[in-house]
């Protein structure tokens, strides 16, 4: 991507507002725009790096569950039908917003903060024998939660991304077997996404939902909102809401701040009993499904990585989901620049080209504040060294390598 | 794509209240799950034909705009400030939909239908010098519409997918070049999408934004909501609503029936004197910013394509939107379809494996529903002849060939 064509330009200054490491970065960096707190658009730089994080959740889900993409209008009916339209304290819904508007229709529809209510009549419709199941559903889509206050950037949205999952069984052994599926491969997921080693499955409490635990993926943030205690003997891990009494005075245990990445619940015949959503078994009975539902929020984990791999000059993105692998800085504006954009680009690799007139000074900062993983430098002195000049943001010095080797080293 | 793991199955009869053929065979087919009227979730097969759309249209927007992704939730003062709060007569708001929620917060938020409110403020932050101009940002997001009743399946929504494109110009000249270069752009995505030999431009009113015309894309189709007047002497062709007088009894004009698929508008100044978006012009004068818009609804388009491509047996995808390009029919039950679906997968060829425990007629018939391309049938007969029986969707004919040359087949 060619910088003066993006429409957009890094600021000089962090925005006044921001409490929170990934907001302050992300704004200044240009990656999000900030319409009103908890609710952000994604700038062409974010949206890359959002995307490639969807795309790493999408082609692990892609083993376990069908992709589907459900609406974020919903019946009020579904949400009554559970007991939920009353009880959940962060629901919107959507009216007509005028009166010509509400002389067109005065419906009110639920404005899906989650999709429980929307997939289980839609499993329901097609699954009725035991022999359909177990099936699986997952989308990434958008979702609304009427938060009074939102002030922690991307950790806490109004208008929000999330990946969620949904499975169907014939039993409760049926549903904890894919549930430990699932367990890895959320693992799998973090993995990739550069949070691996730091990131735990940890004990939580089930809600509503069931009397057993559910699972919270939760990843090692100083700047984390939860609490976490690690039992260092059985490896156990609690969120302080479920921890073990005398936890906080017990040496075996550790406890650190972490932030949630993603969480698991086993939702047991809850949802399918208020969709009456039975199934024939082998001996013609009608049974009551189990349910499970799996939640990675795309845009949350992007703001979780920047508050975990930043220093004082800005964002340090894991390789995978950089929004470009190099950041091409032209101090020379010369046919040289062009000439590696072209090759780069066409051999495959994402190239930011700092095209812009604006002084070495600021061009290195922006390079900084960005983050890709690999700063390449056009110069005079390296057009005289015959070669271009390599740095990555990980490292404090650069080099200078020869053109013809420059594949060899972004490859590496 | 393994059927028997999809979660989805096409339905023996057609949905009773489907009032357009688009409606009737998607549902049938199992592409979409009817919520409420003008509101579908995408099912598996549904899904990869939007995707595949979408993408299409992404690869050519990337040529002459940037990519982002705005919010649907809009400050309602940003309304307010074009006068469109009280004028848009198909405007949600999402309020708190309860007493909880309400305690929590009871800001209100426009749902929005289109974008222009959102993203002159942000074009506005980042672009004030003509330096930076011209710019375009797109986005593929959610749109809602308070439509009172919505009765063509994809083709008019109150829940549904918009790509759109707003461009920022110093002048009424550039803005005009940039609209001759977007128009292009547009023939070459309806081309791409299989629409290009029936598509065309079209004169329609300027609405609100201009006295000139705008443009529409209109695809010729028999089930058409327009009305088009061609002119086959000039070949200008005009909506009914502003066809000169006396088109209708002029032997020079054709008219029939299309489907609008796209459309494009001249917005002047309206939106940038709204936000006072102003730019420092070359003398260091302060000027309005000249606006454009411009609109593809991919899930519009994919109604109006099986509007256009279906028999009496079902959907005639066009090969670059079809869910999968081989449909496979698998008769025995046996190894050979396994080795043929791993093969052809492997090669990259993208193939939806009926797996099902049915008869032949009902896997052909659901075969043909569906539509992909290319229909494989491996079966007894077929395996004593040492191959497997092909047939185009679009074709009457089959025939065997051998495995060895089933990739060329395809691939031809």
New interface residues.
């Given amino acids: 991507?060619i910088m003066t064509?993006?429409?957009?330009?890094p600021e000089k200054l962090a925005p006044k507002d921001a409490e929170s490491i990934n907001h302050r970065l992300l704004v200044q960096g240009?990656f999000i725009?900030q319409?009103?707190a908890g609710?952000?658009?994604?700038?062409?730089l974010g949206?890359k790096v959002?995307s490639k994080i969807e795309n790493i959740i999408r082609k692990h889900m892609d083993k376990i569950g069908?992709?589907?993409?459900?609406?974020?209008?919903?019946?009020t009916e579904n949400w009554k039908r559970t007991g939920r339209?009353?009880?959940?304290?962060?629901?919107?819904?959507?009216?007509?917003?005028?009166?010509?508007?509400e002389?067109?229709?005065s419906?009110e529809?639920?404005?899906s903060p989650t999709h429980e209510e929307?997939v289980t009549p839609?499993?329901q419709?097609?699954?009725t024998s035991y022999k359909?199941l177990p099936?699986?559903?997952y989308q990434i889509q958008?979702k609304?939660r009427?938060?009074?206050r939102a002030k922690s950037g991307l950790l806490r949205g109004?208008?929000f991304r999330m990946k969620d999952l949904y499975s169907f069984h014939t039993s409760e052994e049926s549903l904890k077997e894919f549930y430990e599926e699932a367990k890895k491969v959320y693992l799998d997921i973090f993995n990739e996404l550069g949070l691996g080693e730091d990131t735990l499955v940890t004990l939580a409490s089930g809600g509503d939902f069931t009397k057993d635990y559910s699972h919270e993926f939760q990843t090692r943030c100083a700047t984390g909102e939860d609490t976490i205690y690690l039992n260092n003997e059985t490896g156990v891990a609690y969120n302080k809401e479920v921890m073990p009494e005398g936890a906080d005075k017990d040496a075996n245990y550790e406890s650190f701040n972490a932030c949630e990445v993603g969480n698991i619940f086993p939702l047991g015949t809850k949802f399918s009993k208020a969709f009456d959503y039975t199934f024939t078994d082998k001996d013609g009975e009608q049974k009551l499904i189990w349910m499970g539902s799996y939640g990675i929020g795309p845009s949350r984990v992007m703001g979780v990585i920047v508050e975990k791999f930043f220093d004082e000059r800005g964002i340090i993105w894991p390789e995978n989901i950089a929004p470009f692998r190099v950041h091409l800085v032209d101090l020379k504006q010369s046919e040289k620049a062009k000439q590696i954009y072209d090759n780069l680009t066409n051999n495959g690799v994402e190239v930011l080209w700092d095209d812009r007139e604006a002084t070495p000074g600021e061009k290195f900062a922006d390079a900084d504040l960005i983050g890709c993983p690999i700063r390449l430098v056009v110069s005079e002195r390296s057009i005289q060294a015959g070669g271009v000049e390599v740095k990555r943001r990980k490292e404090k010095e650069s080099e200078v390598i020869a053109i013809e080797n420059l594949l060899d080293f972004i490859n590496r």
């Fill in positions: 991507m064509k993006m429409g957009i330009k240009g725009f319409e009103m609710v952000y658009t994604f700038l062409p949206l959002l069908s992709e589907i993409l459900m609406t974020s209008l919903c019946p339209y009353d009880s959940v304290d962060i629901l919107f819904k959507a009216i007509a917003a005028n009166k010509m508007s002389e067109k229709s419906a529809y639920v404005l929307m839609i499993a419709k097609y699954n359909d099936v699986a559903f958008t609304f009427n938060e009074p109004r208008e």
